[in-house]
T-cell receptor
Framework: GDSVTQMEGPVTLSEEAFLTINCTYT??????LFWYVQYPGEGLQLLLK?????DKGSNKGFEATYRKETTSFHLEKGSVQVSDSAVYFC??????????????FGKGTKLSVKP | DGGITQSPKYLFRKEGQNVTLSCEQN?????MYWYRQDPGQGLRLIYY???????QKGDIAEGYSVSREKKESFPLTVTSAQKNPTAFYLC?????????????FGPGTRLTVT
């Protein structure tokens, strides 16, 4: 079945360091891909998305490119801030079948940024 | 402001009691979802509803029940049959079926059963 695998955390970085969180997926058809962020004690917020191959999603300095050839959607940011400390979830959206619209999530990667 | 409301934020119950978690949205979204989040496990789908008066089991529906009598509301009941109910519960909704439509999430309810 469809699945998402993302790198395990926790990831600890110093402020202004470069961030990469790897995400790969297995899916039938052409899923949409998302990154969500969760701050402590809160729900999830959409960070960015891409709906087809080679699309690049970007928001708040974060970027991810939908790579169909490597089935990947890695999250990157050039210079992290303390306020980026959160848990990041990669997700795919099923775009076919009876469960069209459902999301499948990775297990999440906790990021801690130290000043 | 449009959004999803979940109440209460924290809920405590004794083992053997049923408990109902509230989820209300004023986004006029057709589809609604319930997820369970446990540490290190990501989000797992409990139930979803794509239209009023219809709902489907997700991956971990055992011990849970839902209803969808109104478009705005999708309450989740955690029954005494759920073996390990202590978790963070998240409700979400989405407006349509096109590939670009993301899910919007509520703030969550943390349920503790002792």
């Amino acid at each position: 079945g469809d699945s998402v695998t993302q790198m395990e955390g926790p990831v600890t970085l110093s402020e202004e360091a470069f961030l990469t969180i790897n995400c790969t997926y297995t899916a039938t058809g052409y899923p949409s891909l998302f990154w969500y962020v969760q701050y402590p004690g809160e729900g999830l917020q959409l960070l960015l998305k891409a709906t087809k191959a080679d699309d690049k999603g970007s928001n708040k300095g974060f970027e991810a490119t939908y790579r169909k050839e490597t089935t990947s959607f890695h999250l990157e940011k050039g210079s992290v801030q303390v306020s980026d400390s959160a848990v990041y979830f990669c997700a795919l959206r099923k775009n076919y079948g009876g469960s069209q619209g459902n999301l499948i999530f990775g297990k999440g990667t906790k990021l801690s940024v130290k000043p | 402001d449009g959004g999803i409301t979940q109440s209460p934020k924290y809920l405590f119950r004794k083992e053997g009691q049923n408990v109902t978690l509230s989820c209300e949205q004023n986004l006029n979204h057709d589809a609604m979802y319930w997820y369970r989040q446990d540490p290190g496990q990501g989000l797992r789908l409990i139930y979803y509803s794509q239209i009023v008066n219809d709902f489907q089991k997700g991956d971990i529906a055992e011990g849970y029940s839902v209803s969808r009598e109104k478009k705005e509301s999708f309450p989740l009941t955690v029954t005494s049959a759920q073996k390990n109910p202590t978790a963070f519960y998240l409700c979400a909704s989405t407006s349509g079926r096109a590939p670009a439509y993301e899910q919007y999430f509520g703030p969550g309810t943390r349920l503790t059963v002792t």
